[in-house]
């Protein structure tokens, strides 16, 4: 694995448990922003394997799934739903209310579920 991608992989990996502490704690806001983190460094990872490049500049899983040609439908499911959360869990006028008021443990765990089956589908195409 080139080692751009290794460092991301890596840190998904990190950003999935750190979003499992969170849920724990009773972070929910800040467990859903470090998933949608998680997913994103896997997705740039396998990106960089796939296309022997570095990913764009996005935090778009829309886009990087697009541009990997995902086409499973559970996958990107979990990518549209975790796709907005990169603004939302931190902005107030994007969340049109404080972040940390609108996402509950069920959410919090939901995410971090759709997190970790995007983080499944890029480790069986890293082979890791």
């Known amino acids: 694995m080139r080692e751009e991608a290794r460092l991301l ?10 979003a499992e502490v ?3 704690a009773g972070r929910y806001y800040a467990s859903v922003f470090f998933s949608q983190q998680a997913a994103e460094k896997a997705l740039k990872a396998l990106y960089i394997e796939v296309k022997k490049e570095l990913p764009p500049k996005t935090h ?7 541009e990997l040609n995902i086409k499973d439908e559970e ?16 902005y107030p006028d994007a969340a049109n209310e404080v972040p940390a008021r609108i996402y509950n443990r069920r959410s919090a765990v939901e995410h971090f579920e759709k997190a970790k089956k995007v983080i499944e589908f890029c ?3 890293l082979k890791v």
């Open 9 to 18: 992989w890596e840190q998904a990996l990190e950003d999935l448990k750190t």
């Open 22 to 24: 969170l849920i724990e």
């Open 60 to 66: 778009s899983l829309i886009r990087l799934s697009q």
């Open 75 to 90: 996958i990107l499911d979990a990518v549209l739903d975790l796709n907005p959360e990169y603004t939302v869990t931190r």
């Open 123 to 125: 480790r069986k195409r």
